[in-house]
């Protein structure tokens, strides 16, 4: 199982970074007037359904025995992916 925790580990780093960026992000939105808001908002609510599959594949990462481990982290490190992309997409579009 050490392989295990070394990929929740990595999990938890990636959410440490996610956290800073997600704090970058907030702030410049409440910066933004309501109608810059409302032309991004598909863009949050992609960015909040990103984040809620990553909390699955995590979870999912939590429970995966030794037979399924390697598939729950290929899973977790897509959904890692789609996640960051989202952020990286709603944060350049940002004036």
């Known amino acids: 199982m050490q392989l295990k925790e070394q990929y929740l ?14 704090a970058v ?23 909040r359904n990103r984040f809620a599959e990553f909390k699955e594949r995590i979870e999912e990462l939590e429970n995966a025995g030794e037979a399924d481990l390697e598939e ?8 890692w992916k789609d996640l960051q992309h989202g952020v990286d997409t709603l944060m350049s579009a940002l004036p």
């Open 9 to 22: 580990q990595q999990a938890v780093v990636e959410v440490e970074d996610l956290a800073e960026r997600v």
């Open 25 to 47: 992000l907030k702030a410049r939105i409440a910066k933004q007037k309501v109608n810059i808001k409302l032309q991004h908002q598909w863009e949050l609510e992609y960015v």
């Open 72 to 79: 729950a982290h290929g899973a977790c490190e897509l959904a």
